[in-house]
């Protein structure tokens, strides 16, 4: 399992990023892909996860609302869509792939392999 993010950057407060987190070494549509993020001094937490059957989401209650899961088999990328930044959305941002996908989307150690990480820095 392979994944690599990308898109992170410094943003105002209030603006957007979209971040990508494209795939190889296994069969992108037979995983769920989860996003977490992690801010210093702090635990890892599980953002939002987009399951391997029929593209269920599911999101963290900070984010609902403003941030948005969609993937593009055809391109083994998932995205996430961040809007209305907050400078508490400062963190490094992570892509992970589940094959077993249950109820704790949320827990970090659900998941199989993990991306490098991204940084995300909102400005206030």
């Known amino acids: 399992v392979q994944l690599v993010e990308s898109g992170g950057g410094l943003v105002q407060a209030g603006g957007s990023l979209r971040l990508s987190c494209t795939a190889s070494g296994f069969t992108f549509d037979d995983y769920a892909i989860g996003w977490f993020r992690q801010a210093p001094g702090k635990e890892r937490e599980g953002l939002s996860c987009?399951?391997?059957?029929?593209?269920?989401?599911y999101f963290q209650d900070s984010v609902k609302g403003r941030f948005t899961i969609s993937r593009d088999i055809a391109k083994n990328t998932m995205y996430l869509q961040m809007n209305s930044l907050k400078p508490e959305d400062t963190a490094v941002y992570y892509c992970a792939a589940w094959s077993q996908f249950g109820s704790r989307w949320y827990s970090p150690y659900s998941y199989d392999g993990w991306g490098q990480g991204t940084q995300v820095t909102v400005s206030s």
């Open positions: 987009i399951s391997s059957e029929n593209d269920v989401t």
